[in-house]
């Protein structure tokens, strides 16, 4: 719904009368929509409506004081570039900086900085390539040991030379007070393209994944998708049904197929709480967000906009 140019107004082109209907059904699509927005993010939302006679613009709220408050918005912003750019909405950028990997590894930066808020824990980075630059056994052995539970198996499948990471992108965990095995564990998929749908971290998570442990850190584990997009963004309403009802029966329907959908406004909403967990605990914190913020101010400046 918002323009990549935060400054840019809505405007219509063609003869008033017979756009009338049609433009006031999309003003009021958009002007609902927005305000949605601003309602759940509240003050992390980086933008502001504003109506002006038969239009509106949207442009970008001043820069925020406080820094876990700057941090969210510049994330959604950010996502909100990343899902753009896989969209094909912002031409003329150099394909280096919207290139399928440039957008899947600023994303991936995004996600690993927010995962721990999902569980209130600890979060991994699986996806390849990884930051560590190790190969897939290694990695695993990374886990256990951040995690404290596990075992890698000794013999991982002879026919999976090639695997790199097991179609989980990230992991993230809760442990208790008390020690113990038997953790709250999530395993995630990150997914920027359009085709998210189809993608589910479940499709090889015993084949490949599971299957490289003698003692795998959980049997049952919470799967999750992480998207730059909105989740319910290619949702109509019909005749028959209102957007609101089908909004909700299809976050049901991908609950069920794919599993917890955390999408740009979740992510945004996460982050405040994922600083608070990785503050004074995590020496990459501040790496990731310098590469996520020069990524998004790099788009930015190419589209001639304030990062």
Same mark, same amino acid.
């Given at each position: 719904?918002?323009?990549?140019?935060?400054?840019?107004?809505?405007?219509?082109?063609?003869?008033p009368?017979?756009?009338?209907?049609?433009?006031?059904?999309?003003?009021?699509?958009?002007?609902?929509?927005?305000?949605?927005?601003?309602?759940?993010?509240?003050?992390?939302?980086?933008?502001?409506?504003? &109506?002006?006679?038969?239009?509106w613009?949207?442009?970008?709220?001043?820069?925020?004081?406080?820094?876990?408050?700057?941090?969210?918005?510049?994330t959604?912003?950010?996502?909100?570039?990343?899902?753009?750019?896989?969209?094909?909405?912002?031409?003329?950028?150099?394909?280096?900086?919207?290139?399928?990997?440039?957008?899947?590894?600023?994303?991936?930066?995004?996600?690993?900085?927010?995962?721990?808020?999902?569980?209130?824990?600890g979060?991994?980075?699986?996806?390849?390539?990884?930051?560590?630059?190790?190969?897939? &056994?290694?990695?695993?052995?990374?886990?256990?040991?951040?995690?404290?539970?596990?075992?890698?198996?000794?013999?991982?499948?002879t026919?999976?030379?090639?695997?790199?990471?097991?179609?989980?992108?990230?992991?993230?965990?809760?442990?208790?007070?008390?020690?113990?095995?038997?953790?709250?564990?999530?395993?995630?998929?990150?997914?920027?393209?359009?085709?998210?749908?189809?993608?589910?971290?479940?499709?090889?998570?015993?084949?490949?994944?599971?299957?490289?442990?003698?003692?795998?850190?959980?049997?049952?584990?919470?799967?999750?998708?992480?998207?730059?997009?909105?989740?319910?963004?290619?949702?109509?309403?019909?005749?028959?049904?209102?957007?609101?009802?089908?909004?909700?029966?299809?976050?049901?329907t991908?609950?069920?197929?794919?599993?917890?959908?955390?999408?740009?406004?979740?992510?945004?909403?996460?982050?405040?709480?994922?600083?608070?967990?990785?503050?004074?605990?995590?020496?990459?914190? &501040?790496?990731?967000?310098?590469?996520?913020?020069?990524?998004?101010?790099?788009?930015?400046?190419?589209?001639?906009?304030?990062?």
């Amino acid at each position: 719904m918002e323009d990549p140019d935060p400054e840019g107004n809505a405007e219509v082109d063609g003869d008033p009368e017979i756009l009338e209907g049609n433009f006031d059904d999309l003003l009021e699509r958009v002007t609902d929509e927005i305000r949605w927005r601003e309602q759940v993010l509240g003050d992390l939302y980086p933008f502001e409506l504003r &109506m002006s006679g038969r239009g509106w613009n949207l442009r970008r709220r001043t820069e925020a004081v406080d820094s876990q408050i700057r941090t969210a918005r510049n994330t959604y912003i950010a996502c909100l570039l990343m899902s753009a750019a896989r969209h094909g909405r912002i031409p003329g950028i150099p394909s280096e900086l919207v290139s399928i990997k440039a957008v899947a590894d600023a994303f991936q930066a995004a996600v690993y900085l927010v995962a721990p808020a999902f569980l209130g824990g600890g979060s991994f980075w699986m996806g390849f390539p990884r930051p560590e630059g190790d190969g897939y &056994m290694d990695a695993l052995r990374r886990l256990v040991d951040a995690v404290g539970v596990g075992i890698v198996s000794s013999t991982p499948p002879t026919s999976q030379k090639k695997n790199k990471d097991g179609g989980v992108d990230v992991v993230s965990w809760r442990r208790f007070p008390d020690g113990r095995s038997n953790l709250m564990m999530s395993y995630g998929q990150v997914a920027t393209g359009k085709d998210w749908r189809e993608k589910s971290v479940a499709n090889k998570f015993v084949s490949h994944f599971q299957r490289w442990f003698s003692v795998p850190p959980a049997t049952h584990y919470v799967p999750a998708m992480y998207i730059p997009h909105v989740m319910h963004e290619d949702i109509e309403g019909t005749p028959s049904s209102s957007f609101a009802e089908i909004s909700h029966d299809d976050a049901m329907t991908l609950e069920a197929s794919l599993g917890v959908v955390v999408d740009r406004i979740r992510l945004a909403s996460l982050v405040p709480v994922a600083l608070q967990l990785r503050e004074g605990r995590d020496a990459s914190l &501040m790496k990731h967000i310098r590469a996520l913020a020069r990524w998004k101010a790099s788009v930015a400046q190419k589209l001639g906009v304030a990062a």
